[in-house]
């Protein structure tokens, strides 16, 4: 897990946080924020809050008194206890992109299936740096729409013994999933203890907390497990075209939604989401990797630490179609600011093509090169008098070289980030080799990396309740 | 011009800058710098420091004592007032790639010529974010080698009206180009009084000034033209394999030519320059766009801004063949630091392919995209109460849409930023219009602003003294 001890890139004033402040407030108490679910609506009105239909005019003291009771920080369980995470300080912990019908591969794309599903799931574990395939790494098209949750957490939890995500399409899947992580981690009660799964729960941008988003969210905060309490803000659609507005809905909806879990169940494990980009006004597509949605992870941090918060936001998010140079700038104008923000939990860090519609393979790898040339650059350099190397100075002396120095030979395997994919081959040897560009290069690697997949292991045990318990489910669901 | 509000990034300690002081000093004073011009160790010799050979050893003090005489900015006229730009502070200034002998269009990559150099000439015009065209933006290599610094002064003077670069090959040379700064600007005085040219002097490092260099700073210096002292570092060739002992070279190097220039010139405007990446290890090959280079330009931004000096560094670096993916996120890791360090004058900004040996058009037009957006990244927002656009709440309401809202359609136009290649158009219009990739889009852009060029007008009796300025000297050479 990578450990962000570079400073953070702060950029609001504390005149734009007080007027975000004086925002958020007028939202959530004078307009008021819509809760979908019965259960939810009386909660709050058991609670002292205005309510009136499915709207609710919020005390914006009592949003912060609960918002209060939420952990700063907390730790996430994995299959295999060296891939456990912590969630929220200096911690940035990355999964894969999450919810795309369509795969790329090469310069073909097409629906995204269950054998597209659990190579990802293969590709996810065999790179140290990705924390957790995420969730719904793509939309498995060819299975059951009804029982697809469980062959998802079913092939997250026996192809990799890393964390996953929670379904969140109904509330009986919440329950499927969670009685997964039950079976392979041992109890209800050891996942209670330390939650072993992490899901999305989108807001219906603006204003408005839909059902079934909120019926999952009930299940996963009942039974302890973090939800991500996400705004879903494309400016210019679901929020205004300023982004100083855009911030003030975003606490709005993100502090009522982490206000009603900590309602339902004091102290439990929650993260502030972040999901803010904006449209092209000519067209009205969505576009990522955007200036403006760089500022605005860069304030999202600093809005989440100011509430004492864990935040979730970036990735590799662009708009382009084909891993060309516009998907990697795009990729880069997110990636920067997320680690610029140190942003605690990372969705889309891989994968991400298409303005989210598609898993791409080549992307997938492409994004690792990424995430690792990033973990580099914000690693503190080590400074002290050795590290001056004044003897190699004195070695090599004027005009030289470094190439041989003692210093050198002593450092020259891990002095620098040895990339996997990156090319700094001369244009004779770049052109013998076959002209490859990065995306060509990048189907190479994936194609090794599945090839070479070994699979972790698992209990006996464990596997025969899980198969047991799938089995059965599905023959209830299908 | 762009000026960046934004904070600076900075990452060292007051104890690795100490650290760093430490290590400078020590290589200035015990190891010493070489100087292959005689009449600079004649000068720094009748300054008091210890000579031996052409190799000096400096009083640090006297050192600091000498750099302190520099401008801490200074302003640079273009032919057209509107152009003129600011080096120092928070100004940033852009000029394109410099020095590459190849050039690449398409999948084309062949010896670059004159045409080529006309032409990236007008595209630095025809972008408003580019400042300058830079210096060497391609060899023209079907021109005579005695003579071509004329016709590049040539083209940069009539085919833009931005400021351009001197030539630094010859103190000959650089004497050429000053004379037609003069022609242009309307004589010595006038651009002795505000500088006209700006041009790069490397280090031959590790710590030697060599005598071409060092000929041609003294010829801008005595002619108060703001010379860019930079150490040319990469880590395992140039320069130890850590950062921070490359760090210290790199003011030990920067700071002793500058010292220099103060001594031939005192308070001649001057830049520290940084040039600093890395060697592949186990290639021996350059890498651009590496970790390890952005987190030295970081780290530059800080030291140059502790001495009170404008500094020159980052640009559009990679180490790719062709415009793909990694050319785009080698570009994005450069750039990025750079606006966040806040770099002064920014060489290599657009064209740049291939570790710096091709300058390529479709990397050209691309660049200045990545460019504008990062403009906008680092623009500060607006934040006050009409930003929040809590009218446009009470207008949308609950799960609404803001596409039609009053507060939209009053700022729609320019309310983000508007790319001019970035795409994001849906794969069903993307595919119709014929899968264009970043790069094909670059190529249909290129051309099209070659054709829509406009020569910027030039005053008839200036032009006729540059012209036959020119054809003297061309007489003389060839």
């Known amino acids: 897990m990578f450990e962000n001890r570079m400073p953070r890139y702060e950029i609001l004033s504390q005149e734009s946080m007080a007027t975000l402040t004086l925002g958020w407030r007028r939202i ?13 609506i009386d909660l709050l009105r058991e609670a002292g809050q205005s309510v009136e239909d499915n709207n609710v005019k919020f005390d914006p003291d009592w949003v912060l008194k609960q918002c209060a009771l939420a952990p700063r920080e907390f730790n996430l369980r994995a299959r295999n206890p060296k891939n456990n995470v912590h969630i929220g300080g200096n911690s940035m912990v990355f999964g894969g992109v999450y919810g795309p ?51 998802m957490a079913y092939a997250a939890a026996t192809l990799t013994d890393k964390f996953f995500m929670g379904n969140v399409v109904t ?47 009930r299940e996963y905060v009942l039974a302890s497990q973090p939800v991500v309490v996400t705004p879903f803000l494309l400016m210019g659609a679901m929020s205004p075209v300023t982004i100083p507005a855009t911030l003030a809905q975003q606490i709005a909806e993100a502090l009522t939604g982490i206000a009603l879990a900590q309602t339902l169940n004091p102290g439990c494990p929650i993260v502030f989401g972040s999901f803010l980009s904006n449209i092209d006004m000519q067209s ?76 791409c393979y080549e992307k997938f790898v492409l994004d690792v090169e990424i995430l690792q040339s990033l973990m580099i650059e ?13 003897d190699a100075h004195l070695e090599v002396g004027h005009g030289g070289h470094f190439l041989g120095a003692a210093h050198t030979m002593e450092r ?32 190479e690697i994936y194609k090794k990396k599945l090839e070479d997949y070994v699979a972790p292991e698992m209990d006996a045990g464990i596997r025969q309740e899980l198969d047991e318990f799938v089995a059965m489910r599905k023959s209830q669901l299908d």
Request: with cysteine.
């Open 412 to 443: 020259f395997r891990d002095c620098f980030y040895r990339p996997f994919l990156t090319n700094s081959d001369n244009f004779e040897r770049w052109t013998r080799l076959g002209a490859r560009d990065s995306k060509a290069l990048a189907t």
């Open 171 to 217: 509330a009986e899947n919440a329950k499927d999933v969670i009685k997964i992580a039950e079976i392979i981690h041992g109890g209800r009660q050891v996942i209670v203890e330390t939650p072993a799964l992490i899901s999305l729960v989108n807001c219906n941008s603006p204003l408005r907390w839909d059902d079934r988003m909120l019926d999952s969210l």
């Open 101 to 151: 019908p369509f795969v790329r591969e090469g310069d073909v794309r097409r629906d995204a299936t269950f054998n597209d599903y659990e190579n990802f799931c293969k590709l996810s574990q065999s790179f140290d740096s990705l924390d957790s395939v995420g969730g719904v790494v793509c939309e498995p098209n060819d299975l059951s729409l009804d029982s697809r949750h469980l062959d």
């Open 28 to 40: 959530v108490s004078e307009i008021g924020i819509e809760f979908m679910s019965p259960w939810a």
């Open 378 to 390: 914000f690693t503190p350099l080590e400074f002290n008098v050795a590290s001056l190397a004044f």
């Open 284 to 359: 009205g597509s969505p576009q990522f990797g955007t200036p403006e949605s760089g500022i605005g992870l860069l304030c999202t941090g600093q809005i989440a630490r100011s509430l004492n918060l864990p935040f979730r936001g970036g990735g590799g998010l662009n708009s382009s179609q084909t891993v060309d140079a516009q998907s990697a700038y795009q990729t880069m104008m997110t990636m920067m600011p997320t680690f610029l923000s140190g942003t605690n939990w990372v969705m889309h860090t891989a994968g991400w093509l298409e303005g989210g519609l598609v898993s």
